[in-house]
């Protein structure tokens, strides 16, 4: 599949991003939308990324355009120096994808490019080379993204507690331990890896829930956090090693801000709908859709999250700072600040919610095609809906906000969307108990395999 934009910017095969490509993506970036007069750039922990974050660093200086390197960074961290800097930026990271994809990210002065941006790119690919050249220099932005949260959550926020950190190849992984630390609690880091590993928050694996569960037994565990590749997602477990799905983190996170407005979209947990929220905003499923709906609630104290658990902060709460973009480290601290102010495990504080428990997962090697003609028969069909969906109740709604949302008696959901990005077919669910969520997140992934794989 040729590189194209998804819901996360630009992704393709590491093979097809070649360095014209991107330098073609880059230029019609740069010359199409707001700059700032500088780019900052940044990559993750990819093999494929220097060479490609070469390639955006030569294409804006040809521009003309001063260049600030912050070589391999969390995502969030790039935004965070980038946009208090008052400049475009870009992110070299494929996210969770494996490692033969890569992907560019593209980050105006005040924040993610809309779908309205990633037009005007698209429709200034192929300018020429300018042959200009400008200055290049380099910045850490770690300290500063450590130093949010260490001072707004103070050095003994979670004093006492032992949390694992499971770092594999997130190029957050040492941030991760120093946030931990600075917060008080004694940290573990765990699985280091010099290989990529595409860790996908959203779609945990059986062996890796088992590793996880086996290091909060083995280490004594408070809790475990890590992140996917470029560390806008969360992945956070309580002290049996169970994750916290993103979309629980997500409303927990925003309760312990004091939010009054969630913007979110129509594949999150409903049972942030029971939690005396001023306003719930249900979006298409990615950031572009979710920053959308917050700018029309500018002035308003909103935020978004996405069910992945990335969490973007829409005002200034007196001790952080408005950062609408992804973040990891926002939804992993909050929660377990507030659980801990409270003398409560993670898990007695997500107890206090309602009890709708979700689940997802993929199929992979379904090309979007095959994905799109399949929901299209089926939205159109009732006759054919019932016959896929068996082993649930009848019928009772559905939702075409972004994909086939089909709602079942028993207050049961069902959820198939193609991935924006990659050759995926996911599919959530939402029931009363988290194994009957997983199961019908199983049951419906072997029937879409055996009908389109």
């Known amino acids: ?10 992704r393709g095969l590491v093979t097809e991003l070649t360095d014209e490509l991107v330098a073609d993506y880059t230029r019609a970036f740069l010359t199409s939308c707001e700059t700032g007069g500088g780019v900052f750039v940044g990559e993750d922990l990819r093999a494929s990324s220097p060479r490609i974050a070469a390639s955006v660093t030569a294409a804006a200086t040809d521009l003309g355009l001063p260049v600030t390197r912050v070589g391999a960074a969390p995502t969030p961290a790039l935004a965070l120096a980038s946009m208090g800097a008052g400049q475009a930026a870009v992110m070299v990271t494929g996210s969770h994808i494996p490692a033969d994809r890569n992907g560019l990210k593209f980050y105006l002065p005040g924040g993610e490019v809309s779908k309205d941006d990633e037009v ?14 400008a200055p290049v220099s380099d910045h850490d932005p770690a300290p500063a993204y450590v130093a949010r949260y260490a001072d707004a959550f103070g050095g003994d ?3 006492g507690l032992k949390i694992g950190v499971y770092q594999h190849s997130s190029v957050a992984r040492d941030i991760m331990v120093a946030v931990v630390e600075a917060l008080g609690a004694t940290a573990v880091p765990l699985a280091r890896s010099d290989e990529f590993i595409p860790v996908d928050t959203e779609a945990v694996d059986p062996e890796t829930r088992a590793m996880l569960a086996d290091w909060c037994s083995d280490h004594g565990l408070d809790a475990l956090i890590s992140t996917d590749g470029d560390a806008d ?3 956070v477990t309580d002290a049996t090693g169970r994750i916290v799905p993103g979309d629980v983190l997500g409303p927990l996170t925003a309760k312990a801000l004091g939010a009054e407005v969630i913007c979110t979209p129509v594949s999150s947990n409903t049972a942030v709908d029971a939690m005396g929220f001023r306003i719930v905003d249900r979006t298409r499923i990615g950031s572009p859709f979710v920053i959308a709906a917050m700018e029309t609630r500018a002035g ?3 935020v978004g999250y996405e069910a992945n658990g990335g969490f973007l902060l829409g005002f200034d709460t007196g001790r952080l700072s408005p950062l609408a973009t992804r973040d990891s480290l926002l939804p992993m601290v909050a929660p377990l600040a507030s659980a801990a102010a409270q003398g409560l495990s993670l898990a007695d504080l997500v107890a206090t919610l309602p009890g ?3 689940a997802a997962d993929r199929i992979a090697g379904i090309e979007p095609e095959t994905s799109q003609a ?8 009732p006759a054919r809906r019932a016959a896929f969906f068996t082993g649930v109740g009848a019928e009772t709604g559905i939702d075409l906000t972004d994909g086939l949302r089909v709602s079942f008696e028993g207050d049961e959901i069902v959820h198939l969307r193609p991935s924006g990005n990659a050759p995926e077919f996911r599919c959530y669910a939402e029931a009363s108990s988290p194994e009957r969520a997983e199961e019908l997140v199983s049951a419906h992934l072997k029937r879409l395999g055996q009908e389109l794989g």
């Open 1 to 10: 599949m040729a590189p194209k934009f998804g819901t996360s910017g630009l």
């Open 120 to 133: 005007r790119i698209t429709g200034a690919l192929g300018a020429a080379a300018q042959g200009g050249s």
């Open 157 to 159: 926020a979670l004093a």
């Open 233 to 235: 997602r969360p992945m």
């Open 300 to 302: 308003e104290k909103v």
């Open 356 to 358: 709708r428990f979700t």
């Open 374 to 381: 399949f929901l299209a028969e089926m939205k159109d069909d």
